[in-house]
Every structure is written in C-alpha cells, then in structure tokens.
C-alpha cells in the first residue's frame, strides 16, 4: 500500500525565495505534474491491471492548487525556470561542456513538458486531475486537518473538530464525495481522536510503527528536514550532501531480512486494527520499507549516481552534479550522468519488488494471513527532493503488476477485502524523532503553544455567543469578521510553523509567520468581541471591514468557510 502524502505550507503571498510561494512552485514543477503523468500513464498500459495508490493532498494544499493567484505566480516562476535551463544550454554549448549541456537540454525538456502539460492536458487544474484519476479507480484521495494542525497538543474539542471538519468539507467540494480515511498532521494520534473522526464518517487512518508494534520509533521518518549545505533555503529529505548510501549499491543490497512483526506486543503492521471501541481502523507503516526509502544510510536517494539536491549552478541555480559518495563535500561533486543515473534506478526498483515478496511471502509462511504492507512517503520526495524518484516509483508499479503474488492497493480496497478483525488501544505518538511531540513542543516553541493555547480558548467563548437584540451594529460584519478571524485561526494552529522553529530550517520566517497570523487573529477577535457588545460606532466598523477586507486579500483559504465548523460535533463528510 503506497501512502504518498501531499503537503505545502500555506505560502500564499508570503514570499517567494528563499521561503514562500517557490515551495509550492517547485513541488508542481517536479513532484505533482510528473506523478499525474505517471499515474495516466501506468493505468493507460493495456498490457496491464491498473495499480492503486493511496495519495493525501491537505486541504490546505488543495487550496492553494485552487487558487488563480497561485496558478498564475506558477506559471511565471516555471517559465522563467525553464528560460534560465535554456540559457545553460547555451553557455555550456559555447564553454564546450558537453555533460552538462545535456544535462540542461533535459531539463529544458522536461520544464517545457510540465508546463505544456498543467496548461492543455491538466487544463491548469492538477486537483481535479487527481480528481479525475479516483474516478477511474487509479488512486485514492484522502483527506487531513484543514491547516495541518498538530491535534493531539491541542487543547479544545472546538480546535479538532474544526480543523477535521473543515478538512472534510473542503474535499467534498473539491471531489463531490465523501472521503474514506484522513492523514493525521505528522502521523500524530492522541487517545480519543478515533471518535472525531469516526463522528465524521472516516474509516482509517495511519500511525507509526512503534505506535501499533511497541518498542522504540526508528527515527524521524517525515522528508520536512533540514538540508544540508546550502543554508537551509529549502526544506525537505535529509539525503544528498552528506547522506545516502555511498556511490554503490551495497549498502541497499544488504538490507535486513523481513524484519520485526510486532512479536513484543503480538500486534503487527502486517494487519489492520480497529482503534478502542470505534469503526475505524488505524494501518502502521512497515519500518523495512520505509527505511529502504527514507534512511539517509540505506535508501535509495542516497546512491552516488542520483543527482545532488544540494549543489547548485552559481548563474541557475540548476543542479548538474550526482550525489557522488557520502564522504565527498559540495566542491568535489561529479557531474551527473543521467544513464547511469537510469540504470541505477532499475536495479532499485527490483530490489524493491523483490523485498515486498520476501516480506509477503515470510509473513504468509509464519502466518497463512495475506499481509498488507504500508509504504507512506512525502510526495514531494518523488522528483524534487530525488529526481530519479517518480521514475523509480513507475517501474516500482510496473513490477508489482506482473507478480502473482503482490497487489499495490488503496487503504479503502484492503478495508473492504480484509477487514479488521481485532481492536488495539493506541498510544499518543507520531512519526517525528523521539515518537512523540518534542519536535513540535520544546523549550524552544513552548512560547507559541501558549498563544495557541490562549486563541484556542478565546475562539471557544466566541462560538458558545450569540449577538442579542440590541447586538452588533451590523450582523454581516460581524459574520465576516469572525470568519476571518477563523482563518487565521486555523493557519496560527498549523504545524508547520513549529517543525520550522525546531528544525532550523527557516526559523525566522516560522516564528514571522507564525506571529503575523497571531496579530491579525487578536486584532479580528477584538472587533468581534466587540460588535457583540454593541461597542462598535460607525467609524469603527467602518475600519473594521477595511481590515477584513486588507487581511482576506493575504490570507484568503477555504473562501466556502463558515463559523459552524466550530460546532461541527456529529455531521459526517457527506453531510
């Protein structure tokens, strides 16, 4: 089961380099646009049955994918990329660098593709093209928290309900259907939250290993890292400089045998488990898969013949060197080589499909049980962060199309063909280092929760009153007012302001960010509270909507957005 789970930051108007709107750019450019071209073309192979995948896009990723502004800004920034791949070209020709004028032409190549491809094929909609691709039964979308908020540290059921009700409604506008399972921000669970969700009519969700197996997590398994040489202006998998897996093949090659099958515990990854008392079902992630992918020391990004993430052209900014070894700094990278690079992503993929069938085939000896093996990744891995990446993946597909013995398969298929049939409590954990919170609550954001914390209760007062006879001046303003106050409600409470402060990948912008959204929803709070009051003259209210009005032009998510998510306590998806 392939869980590649879609996530960007709300960047929206909040800078482009080094932070900002190019995070989302990028991801389009080389992540999104490849993979629906993947995924068309893999379900479009006669020879073969189409494979499905499971694929999580935030809401507060569909979003911006909605979102005119954004489209437009990707256009130009992809245009312009691909104008400086053209003029390497160029300069390399001219210099008589024959490896990297290649190497440019590709990308040439292949920003043109991607952007003929969002425009005609895509028609400048990649959510509905993932839209359409569920309709055919190529994959299956699932949805997360509105803002990818970290639930378990929040403190009022009005803050989860509203981010998961929010989440589930934003899908059912987008897709015209209700979704079945939901990423938890981060793989994070906290006793209880199977009761939201179970509310809301979701079926399964997914944590980490440790979290049904017992035992210790095996380390940070989310690709939102820092980078490593060049200053951290970009966030993401902790491969390249100074990772992986050296310039050969041995280190995946021997890889650990089919590894830990929970037998401290007698719970295993290998199986569904209904959570408490609920319906709904949580899946653990195989820790030998995802090693293979994730680990700095045994994954396959890390091979020396993949491209470098971290060296940069000084003129582009393109990148035009391999990975080289682990022991090799940026100034003594080895130019790519993009058909050794292509071979070596082959042999991985086969490696790949051969590890699934020695996992499969050991648990069905050890147990007669089909197995289900839960491979979730970041997306943005897929052709950003490791350029081979979406290529691996599409051989990956194909080889696990000609088994007999393996199937790749959606969450919502494994639920309907093999139930759960035991229930487990689960502990509060996560995927980040340590397995529980500390990359997000720590000595150095203990200052933000307490802000969250005092919003949290601030918005629980304002929803629990109701303008009286003699109210607020005006009933539209103060709607509007607390809508936007909402909003920025829900993006102060995101995670990923935290895991920036924490990671140091851009902790600056982080806390600025973080702050901003904190300034606009206190000043917002205030009028609402004071419209409810009456405490509001002409010339006050008149301020008042300018500032809505100036604050909806920066932050405008989820435009469908209402109050009543605050009170959203039974309604499910579809409701």
Not at 18 to 31: K, R, T, V
Not at 37 to 49: I, P, Q, T
Not at 431 to 440: A, C, D, L, N
Request: glycine share 12%.
């Amino acid at each position: 089961m392939f869980v590649l789970h879609s996530h960007i930051p709300y960047c929206r108007k909040a800078g482009m380099w080094p932070f900002g709107e190019e995070w989302l750019y990028e991801a389009m450019l080389e992540s999104y646009i490849p993979l629906l071209d993947l995924l068309r073309a893999v379900s479009g192979e006669a020879s073969r049955a189409s494979a499905t995948l499971t694929i999580g896009i935030t809401p507060i990723l569909l979003d911006q994918l909605d979102d005119d502004y954004m489209r437009d800004g990707f256009l130009r920034w992809a245009e312009a990329r691909l104008a400086r791949a053209e003029n390497d070209r160029g300069r390399f020709r001219l210099a008589g660098d024959h490896a990297r004028e290649r190497q440019a032409a590709a990308y040439c190549e292949r920003y043109g593709r991607a952007i003929g491809a969002f425009r005609t094929d895509y028609g400048r909609d990649i959510a509905g093209a993932f839209g359409e691709l569920q309709a055919r039964g190529v994959v299956e979308i699932i949805t997360s928290a509105a803002t990818h908020a970290y639930l378990p540290l929040l403190k009022e059921d009005t803050s989860i309900r509203a981010e998961l009700a929010a989440g589930c409604e934003g899908y059912v506008r987008r897709f015209g259907r209700a979704p079945r399972g939901i990423w938890l921000p981060e793989c994070a669970y906290g006793p209880g939250l199977e009761e939201y969700l179970q509310a809301l009519g979701l079926e399964y969700f997914f944590v980490d290993r440790h979290a049904v197996e017992g035992g210790e997590p095996i380390g940070v398994a989310s690709g939102w890292r820092r980078p490593r040489g060049e200053g951290g202006a970009d966030f993401g998998a902790d491969f390249g400089a100074g990772g992986g897996t050296g310039g050969g093949s041995e280190a995946w090659g021997q890889g650990r045998g089919p590894g830990s099958d929970g037998a401290g515990s007698g719970r295993t990854t290998f199986r569904a488990y209904l959570v408490g008392r609920s319906k709904v079902a949580c899946f653990g992630r195989n820790e030998r898969v995802t090693t293979q992918v994730w680990s700095s020391w045994l994954g396959y990004p890390g091979d020396g013949l993949y491209r470098e993430f971290h060296k940069k052209d000084d003129v582009s900014g393109l990148q035009y060197w391999r990975v080289t070894s682990r022991d090799t700094d940026l100034g003594t990278k080895e130019l790519y080589d993009a058909g050794a690079a292509s071979a070596r992503l082959k042999e991985h993929a086969a490696h790949f499909v051969g590890l699934v069938h020695e996992l499969v085939a050991d648990w069905r000896e050890r147990t007669g049980e089909h197995g289900v093996i839960v491979a979730p990744y970041d997306t943005e891995l897929f052709g950003h962060w490791w350029y081979e990446g979406v290529d691996w993946l599409g051989e990956v597909l194909r080889g696990l199309s000609r088994s007999t013995e393996v199937a790749a398969r959606s969450a919502g298929q494994v639920l309907d063909d093999h139930p759960p049939k035991a229930a487990i409590e689960v502990p509060e954990s996560s995927w980040g280092r340590g397995g529980k919170h500390e990359v997000w609550l720590n000595d150095g954001t203990a200052w933000m929760w307490e802000m969250i914390h005092a919003a949290e209760a601030r918005v629980k007062r304002l929803a629990a009153l109701c303008p009286g006879p003699g109210g607020a001046p005006s009933a539209e303003l103060l709607e509007s007012v607390k809508v936007q106050a909402l909003r920025e409600f829900l993006l102060l409470i995101s995670s990923d302001w935290p895991f920036l402060v924490t990671e140091r990948q851009a902790t600056e912008y982080g806390a600025k960010r973080f702050r901003e959204h904190a300034g606009r929803f206190d000043r917002l709070m205030d009028y609402a509270e004071k419209l409810l009051g009456g405490g509001l003259d002409a010339k006050a209210c008149e301020e008042a909507s300018r500032y809505v009005a100036d604050v909806r032009e920066i932050d405008d998510p989820f435009p469908w957005l209402g109050f009543s998510v605050l009170s959203a306590r039974s309604s499910s998806c579809g409701g």
